[in-house]
């Protein structure tokens, strides 16, 4: 298990993160979510030791690694904006890995490599956006590396390229024997990947969500009434993500059966369940806290 | 997995030392050829009498030798330069970082490499330059070099090429500006070209052998102190820093202190007047201060401006 324990971080008398704690086992595909400039980057440095914390601890099966750097080699991280890959051919890029990572699978990078049509000879920094994405996502998953963390993947990427790598990852984690935390702003990229969101805050974790808890619970309905009033029934206990002339749709983060008596005995015109999404159930919890794109 | 390591850095550095050895090996052959040109055919040895003394030695006016010449500390001040600088503006340190190695067991490592590649490409060259002296040595003159000439050179050239590595591997661990980098180490280069022309002159009384052993030891021991001093800042080296002129806020200060010292003490010392002091103490002041302390200055006068 790796855990994360109180990390700080400071830069120019700025605290960018406080406090942040959480738990990461292998099999666990865990979503980091917040707004631009929030701190998730600067948490991935933080505990990839780019940055030195200013307090606090990551553990690796109980081993320290201020103290005990060696259990690093269990975590992987390609900092996206800053990393060391450009001048070198995509062929030469093991030759640095396979030193670090023991498990490093060359064979298998280079299948990679070949399935995705990415040429060897290519200079990572000649590659296009998505192409980038792929060739980290690879030497991630060829690493062998039991904790590995994504920023931003999808970033700017085509469809098909998004599912390539959501796929990777889906089928990486299968055996449980690695674990992915993928940080993204957009919260519907993480929509079906993630089974865990951690949302950070105020540069703090300010939730911990076990998406399928959250799931089994919440509803996201689309209603008709005769009436113009919102009934009080919604407005207490839903939340309101759209309006479109008297087409409402609101999610219930506790949908229980009382809940939908009460709504049928307001004869409602249209009572119809629709697909809830990772964003509904945010807005959901949140409100307006989010910050995401509510007023889409 | 130190060999691993050592094969890591290897994997980084081994064009630049190719590359700089390939550069080294062509100027040393340039320098040999047109020591040979200078040779005048009025001795029957390529050496002067010095070489059987322990001194640094000194060209004859009878022909010039590169014994232990002074590309060699040139390329150790910019491979002290450029292996820092590099793996900081590179990105390499961040996945150095977060290898697993040791920090110390990195610094050391990659120190040790750059040393013995730099001795490497000395003696590589320096062999090439021996052979070009050996096989231009005219009809008539012998090779007579001795071994107190030959060491006390070597060694002496060795320091020196060591501590300028040593300044600007550590001026590079610190500095997170390429450009601000480099006119940093080449001012203190140069100041110290200026400097050691004035302990010359104070040492004018002292024995020649007694200055250079002095001098060595002295190099020896700021090179020796800069290592060191880097490997203990390597260990607390954090890159939300990278691209700020320090990459250790908390050496602005002692930095500023020593920089206006240093200038105050470099303008005034070959003057018995006041004033050089005054006015380099009050230049150095101000001109440290605002390059020190631009960053949030600058902040400040827009914060101003945009008010």
């Given at each position: 298990m790796l855990r994360v324990s109180k990390l700080t971080k400071q830069i120019d008398h700025r605290q960018?993160?406080?406090?942040v704690s959480f738990d990461w086992q292998p099999g666990e595909i865990v979503g980091l979510v917040g707004r631009n400039g929030v701190g998730k980057t600067t948490l991935f440095r933080t505990m990839t030791r780019q940055y030195l914390a200013d307090a606090g601890q990551v553990l690796i099966d109980q081993h320290d690694l201020g103290a005990e750097?060696?259990?690093?080699?269990q975590l992987f991280f390609i900092d996206t904006q800053y990393n060391f890959l450009g001048n070198y051919r995509l062929r030469d890029l093991p030759d640095f890995y396979a030193l670090v990572y023991t498990q490093f699978d060359r064979d298998r990078y280079t299948q990679l490599l070949t399935r995705f049509k990415l040429n060897g000879q290519d200079q990572y920094r000649r590659l296009s956006k998505g192409m980038r994405a792929l060739v980290n996502l690879i030497l991630a998953l060829t690493s062998n590396a039991t904790y590995i963390i994504l920023d931003e993947p999808f970033d700017g990427l085509d469809v098909i390229v998004r599912e390539n790598i959501a796929s990777m990852v889906i089928d990486e984690v299968a055996d449980q024997t690695k674990g992915f935390l993928i940080s993204s702003h957009d919260l519907n990229e993480l929509d079906g990947l993630s089974d865990r969101v951690l949302l950070l805050k105020d540069n703090r974790l300010a939730h911990d969500y076990n998406l399928e808890d959250v799931r089994a619970k919440a509803k996201k309905m689309q209603l008709v009434f005769k009436d113009k009033e919102i009934p009080q029934v919604l407005k207490t206990h839903s939340k309101l993500i759209r309006v479109s002339g008297r087409v409402l749709v609101v999610v219930f983060p506790d949908y229980t059966p009382e809940l939908d008596d009460q709504l049928r005995a307001l004869n409602p015109v249209l009572l119809e369940e629709l697909p809830l999404t990772l964003e509904d159930l945010f807005r959901a919890n949140l409100s307006q806290d989010t910050g995401y794109q509510l007023l889409k | 997995m130190t060999k691993n390591l050592s094969r890591l850095l290897w994997r980084r550095y081994r064009q630049w030392f190719w590359a700089l050895l390939g550069i080294s090996v062509l100027a040393g052959i340039a320098i040999a050829l047109m020591d040979t040109e200078s040779w005048s055919h009025h001795s029957s040895v390529l050496f002067s009498d010095q070489i059987d003394q322990w001194l640094v030695y000194q060209n004859s006016k009878y022909g010039s030798v590169s014994l232990f010449s002074y590309w060699f500390v040139f390329i150790a001040w910019l491979s002290g330069l450029l292996l820092m600088m590099q793996d900081l503006k590179g990105n390499f340190n961040q996945f150095l970082f977060a290898s697993g190695y040791p920090r110390q067991r990195i610094y050391w490592t990659k120190l040790g490499m750059a040393l013995t590649g730099l001795l490497a490409i000395d003696v590589v060259t320096a062999l090439v330059q021996y052979l070009i002296y050996w096989l231009k040595l005219p009809h008539g003159m012998s090779f007579n070099l001795a071994l107190p000439g030959f060491l006390t050179t070597w060694l002496s050239g060795l320091v020196l090429a060591l501590v300028m590595f040593a300044i600007c591997w550590f001026a590079a661990l610190i500095v997170g500006q390429s450009g601000a980098l480099v006119i940093t180490v080449c001012g203190f280069t140069l100041s110290l070209v200026g400097l050691n022309t004035f302990f010359q002159g104070e040492t004018i009384l002292m024995a020649t052998r007694d200055v250079e052993w002095l001098a060595m030891g002295l190099w020896l021991l700021a090179a020796v102190v800069l290592l060191v001093w880097g490997s203990f800042l390597f260990s607390r080296l954090s890159l939300e820093h990278d691209g700020e002129y320090l990459m250790f806020p908390r050496l602005r200060i002692p930095l500023y202190l020593v920089f206006v010292a240093y200038i105050t003490f470099i303008f005034s010392?070959?003057?018995?007047?006041w004033q050089p002091t005054v006015i380099s103490f009050t230049v150095a002041a101000i001109f440290g201060y605002l390059w020190l302390w631009r960053p949030q200055l600058i902040e400040k006068w827009r914060q101003r401006r945009g008010n």
């Open positions: 960018i993160i406080e406090d750097p060696a259990a690093q080699r | 010392i070959n003057s018995g007047e």
